[in-house]
């Protein structure tokens, strides 16, 4: 290294230029450090997701089914009455599209269902959901003698098509 004394270069001895030469180390590896601390610090931390949409998984379905056939078996034994089964079988359809959606729908009414989002994995469950509770509502809240004649449906019907909603939301 040189140095301009009195007008002129004059050698700097190597015992000089230490602490220039450690600064400038301290420094680099204080840049290192600092880049390598904004590249760990900086990514994103890995969450663990909640399964939903079109990743969750669908080992619980034979729950749901079963729960369907207990209310046809007991409406068959007669522990149930038919409007009881038709509102037992909504509740579930609701309770099962809760848990599929990640958000409580048990209470919706037609109005509301018919304003939930149409989200790319659960879109088609929504549809079926609205359309089973639809065609669960009036059995559910008629009254017989309103409802009656060959369009009302049979518990085994309301069945079946909870069952369809469990088995066609699409598989996650």
Do not use: K
């Amino acid at each position: 290294m040189w140095t301009m004394a009195d007008g002129r270069f004059t050698a700097v001895a190597p015992s000089e230029t230490g602490p220039y030469a450690f600064a400038t180390f301290a420094l680099l590896a204080a840049a290192v450090a600092l880049c390598l601390a904004s590249v760990l610090l900086g990514r994103p931390r890995q969450r663990r997701q909640i399964r939903q949409g079109a990743h969750r998984p669908q080992a619980g379905r034979g729950e749901w089914l079963d729960a369907i056939d207990d209310i046809r078996s007991r409406f068959h034994e007669g522990q149930l009455d038919e409007d009881d089964a038709f509102a037992e079988l909504a509740a579930l359809a609701r309770r099962f599209a809760s848990d599929r959606l990640g958000r409580d729908v048990t209470n919706h009414t037609l109005a509301e269902l018919d304003r939930l989002p149409r989200s790319r994995g659960g879109g088609r469950g929504v549809d079926l959901l609205r359309q089973t509770i639809r065609a669960l509502y009036p059995p559910e809240f008629a009254e017989p003698a309103v409802h009656a004649g060959p369009a009302r449906p049979t518990v085994d019907e309301a069945a079946g098509w909870v069952s369809n909603l469990v088995e066609r939301w699409r598989a996650r």
